[in-house]
């Protein structure tokens, strides 16, 4: 497998540095939660958190729905819940990527049901090619065309998540398969 950079870790980082004023100037008084959705956002929550310079409070939820190759299973499940209670929140879904929309379609759907004030949705990257589930992305860092990436959080097989870049996985020339 060979890598490419797609989006440079400077960029990101002026992007994200962006988006947090952004949310500065949108976001009224009241608590705001930030939900870190595990482990592909855990970069981009903790620096988009640093960006915003109004109190936020920050939480977790853990949710499957591509198994441990590049295909999506199309099933959503949550394998770790949020510790604490939304009612009268704020509510931004922390997201690393937007690809079919079925995973941040079911999670908007779930955490508008626990009663918050406001639910959005922050992604870094959006692939809208391959949208099933239309879904509002409030906050968008960059569109990017179907390819499978992987860094800053993104993973293959649970690798590459700590590169500082984003970067297309493609498969070596001489990884084709022949005769
Ligand atoms: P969706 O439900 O929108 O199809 O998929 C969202 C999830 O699929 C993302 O949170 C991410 O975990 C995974 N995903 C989608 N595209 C990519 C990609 O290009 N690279 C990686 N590493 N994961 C992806």
Known sequence: MALRQLISA???QA????????IDRDYPDGVLYLICILKGSCYFHADLSRAIKRDVFLDFMGISSYGKGKTSSGEVKITKDLDISLEGTHVLIVEDIVDTGV???YLTRVLEERKPKSVRIAALLDKPDRRIKQVKVAYSGFQIPDEFVVGYGLDYAEK???LPDVCVL???EDDSVTG
């Open 10 to 12: 400077e960029s990101i």
């Open 15 to 22: 992007r994200v540095t962006e988006i947090g004023a952004q």
């Open 103 to 105: 995973t941040l379609d």
């Open 160 to 162: 590459y998540r700590n």
């Open 170 to 172: 493609e498969p070596d």
